[in-house]
């Protein structure tokens, strides 16, 4: 390539996206399903983080959004069932939600298609052993997190 050509770019959906984020997270699963809703309406239950999220992810108690900082970007505070607390850098736009902490990972991601709407989510831990926990757990996560899509899917129909 010369100096006057330019890089190629490559632009992803945010559900491509998040998995290519779970390609290269050691231990990172996506788990996806194709809902019968607008994307619109599958969207505002997602981003409802404080009142939705605990609804349809069983081992959450409470989220609690701080303002949004600089940039766009915000925290939140995640209190789980065991009444565990782990604090979180946010990203939250339409179709894309990335939330960090110090030792775990979540995403949500939607795109629009023609059937309805394709609805994303992933989870892993930001540990050097995050790979092998993820694996190790897999066979108690996958069927969680098959319940937790269908609750998800349910609290789409219920508006």
């Keep these: 390539m010369s100096a006057q050509t330019p ?8 559900v491509r996206r998040l998995h290519v984020i779970a390609a290269v997270t050691p231990g990172a699963a996506v788990r996806e399903a194709l809902l019968d809703a607008p994307f619109d309406q599958v969207w505002a239950a997602a981003a409802d983080l404080e009142g939705g999220l605990p609804r349809w992810l069983p081992d959450i108690r409470e ?24 604090r979180f850098d946010l990203e939250l736009e339409p179709g894309w939600c990335l939330m960090r902490s110090r030792f775990l990972l979540g995403g949500m991601a939607a795109r629009a298609e023609a059937e309805g709407t394709r609805f994303a989510f992933l989870g892993a831990f930001r540990t050097p052993a995050g790979a092998l926990v993820g694996r190790a757990l897999r066979p108690a996560t996958d069927p969680l997190a098959r319940r937790s899509l269908g609750r998800f899917a349910r609290l789409v129909r219920e508006g």
């Design 63 to 86: 989220v609690r959004l701080a303002a949004p900082r600089e940039g766009g970007r915000r925290q939140a505070l995640v209190v789980g069932r065991t009444r565990l607390r782990a």
């Design 7 to 14: 890089w190629p770019v490559a632009g992803f959906d945010p």
